[in-house]
């Protein structure tokens, strides 16, 4: 009932979109579960053990290590209860052996000086790393692609038709061919899966983030989450950062500056932000399915189609990847996780044993909705 009138700040909806997200939703809460969870929980821990060292390999070489930080992040609370129940959460999660530190209101404020004297404490994970241009970070992996003989090419992936030997698609060059396919379009990826007849549940939350100046004498040194509020405001090279929480409506709907004003009002009286230094509030598309986890795996015959979950914007695929994997519904974890899935990919469509070798799940060609399996994460 707490989202039912439509005014908090971490979810909103278009109620014009409600009847479209309804069975996807009733499925969400169904894999909301604490059995459910768990079994999440187990599916994408061979990705989130492995994110970091797949990252640094490409980070490297790419010379992009000065935009990965070590230091963790906050959670940053001004509620005692809150903060009593996330003490309780992070102590529930002692089996993953994670590193963190409860933090008092002197202490949060030791390393965060800027932030509104009246909170109470935080929780500071120390196991992650943070990147300050995300977008600077993936061309610098698509330069290191094409230094080592890789070749981007524009091409229309709706046009994708089974021909002999293998998949076609029209490109600016021309008809490419190859033998399979790696799927890997995030929100658009229904347009090639609905006409071989798959119906994947896959929904979309969109989110914004906005840009804000510092104020002088201030400096925000790690990501904070305001978990209440559900934004995040982070250090970038292009500012402040402050990402919101997740709307439900249409994925072409146009912008709506609703739920980003709400969290603006919000981190105000958290921490200090100047003006905005965004024309307009970037708009991103999370592409997710009920329990979370992606779709990975060779499609069964006829049709060789893999789906990796989307990455981050790029351009468009190469004549090297080819529908015969698939990988979708990162939800917003498209950067810092999904690393091992285009390795998964390729291992996939060379022939090659996969890194656990358990076969992957994926739903088989059928004109019904299908209730996905709530591990579909296999290595």
């Given at each position: ?81 809150a ?82 030997g293998?998949w ?54 790690h ?65 997710c ?13 006829p ?57 992957p ?19």
């Amino acid at each position: 009932m707490r989202y039912g009138l439509n005014q908090q700040s971490d979810v909103r909806y278009s109620l014009r979109h409600l009847p479209k997200a309804g069975p996807w939703l009733l499925q969400y809460w169904r894999h909301s579960s604490p059995k459910g969870l768990a079994a999440a929980t187990r599916a994408m821990l061979p990705l989130i053990e492995r994110c970091v060292s797949e990252h640094l390999a490409l980070a490297r070489p790419a010379n992009m290590l000065q935009l990965i930080a070590d230091g963790g992040w906050l959670e940053a609370f001004n509620d005692p209860q809150a903060f009593d129940f996330a003490q309780r959460a992070a102590a529930d999660l002692r089996d993953y052996q994670l590193n963190y530190r409860v933090l008092d209101r002197a202490e949060l404020l030791a390393l965060e000086p800027g932030l509104h004297p009246e909170v109470v404490g935080g929780l500071h994970w120390l196991d992650p790393k943070t990147v300050s241009d995300p977008g600077g970070l993936t061309r610098g992996y698509a330069e290191l692609f094409k230094q080592r003989g890789g070749q981007f090419v524009i091409g229309d992936a709706l046009s994708l038709t089974q021909v002999e030997g293998g998949w076609q698609v029209h490109s600016e060059l021309g008809p490419i061919t190859a033998q399979e396919v790696v799927v890997a379009l995030g929100p658009q990826a229904s347009g090639i899966f609905e006409p071989l007849g798959y119906r994947i549940p896959l929904a979309i939350k969109r989110g914004y983030h906005m840009h804000y100046a510092a104020l002088p004498g201030t400096r925000l040194q790690h990501p904070i989450l305001d978990p209440v509020g559900g934004y995040v405001l982070a250090p970038m090279v292009g500012g402040i950062r402050l990402t919101t929480g997740i709307e439900f409506a249409d994925c072409d709907d146009p912008i709506n500056e609703i739920q980003l004003r709400r969290c603006e009002a919000l981190a105000r009286n958290f921490y200090p932000l100047g003006e905005r230094l965004d024309a307009e509030p970037w708009l991103g598309r999370r592409p997710c399915l009920p329990d979370m986890c992606p779709v990975i795996g060779p499609a069964p015959p006829p049709w060789p189609v893999v789906q990796l979950r989307p990455r981050p914007p790029r351009p468009d695929p190469g004549p090297g990847e080819r529908p015969t994997a698939s990988a979708d519904g990162h939800r917003r974890n498209a950067l810092h996780r999904p690393h091992p899935l285009p390795r998964r990919a390729l291992q996939l469509t060379d022939g090659e044993p996969p890194c656990r070798p358990r076969p992957p799940r994926f739903p088989p060609p059928s004109k019904r909705p299908f209730t996905p399996p709530s591990t579909r994460v296999k290595w």
